[in-house]
């Protein structure tokens, strides 16, 4: 089962208005984690039902 990125400590971001702050590269390690979560899911539906992934 796919585990969801570590949320970025306020004190990592810079605070210069990067273009790719860390926060972004958190959102997009988002994304990358919750589509990996959804096909394991497809791909083990019976332990997905077993965890608090299959209760929502």
């Known amino acids: 089962m796919p585990r ?3 949320e ?3 004190s990592e971001c810079c605070g ?3 273009v790719r702050c860390i926060f972004d ?3 997009d390690a ?3 984690y919750r589509q990996s979560l959804a096909e394991w899911i497809l791909r ?3 332990a ?3 965890t608090e ?3 929502h």
């Open 4 to 6: 969801p990125p570590a």
């Open 8 to 10: 970025p400590d306020p």
């Open 16 to 18: 210069s208005g990067c």
């Open 25 to 27: 590269l958190h959102d």
């Open 30 to 32: 988002l994304l990358r």
């Open 44 to 46: 083990h539906p019976e």
């Open 48 to 50: 997905a039902a077993q």
């Open 53 to 55: 992934v299959g209760r």
